[in-house]
Nanobody, 124 residues
């Protein structure tokens, strides 16, 4: 499966962005999908993940209830709605797919396919 993440951009603190992860090449419902992010000089961080029927998990410490993950299997797309953005959310956001479609995992090693990333910049 090939993944393409888009929807990043520049936003002021307190604003919102909705990222999309478009999948192609294989049956989309065969995969669970996760979002990760990496800020300059920092390690990659788990954001959220969703299984093929919509069961989801989040990184509570980092997201603080501000982010929502969803998927539309008819459009082969997973979304990450980000609200009340903070400068600390500035990072490249990556989506990734895992073959265990029932498991929403926070571990990068569980994901076999990665998109190219989309940059989110939050200004103060």
């Amino acid at each position: 499966v090939q993944l393409q993440a888009f929807g990043g951009g520049l936003v002021q603190a307190g604003g919102s962005l909705k990222l999309s992860c478009l999948a192609s090449g294989r049956t989309f419902t065969s995969y669970s999908v996760g979002w990760f992010r990496q800020a300059p000089g920092k390690e990659r961080e788990f954001v959220a993940a969703i299984n093929w029927v919509g069961g989801s998990i989040f990184n509570p410490d980092a997201m603080k209830g501000r982010f929502t993950i969803s998927r539309d299997n008819s459009k082969n797309t997973v979304y990450l709605q980000m609200n009340s953005l903070e400068p600390e959310d500035t990072a490249v956001y990556y989506c990734a797919a895992a073959s265990d479609r029932w498991r929403s995992s926070s571990r990068p090693d569980d994901y076999h396919y990665w998109g190219q990333g989309t940059l989110v910049t939050v200004s103060s």
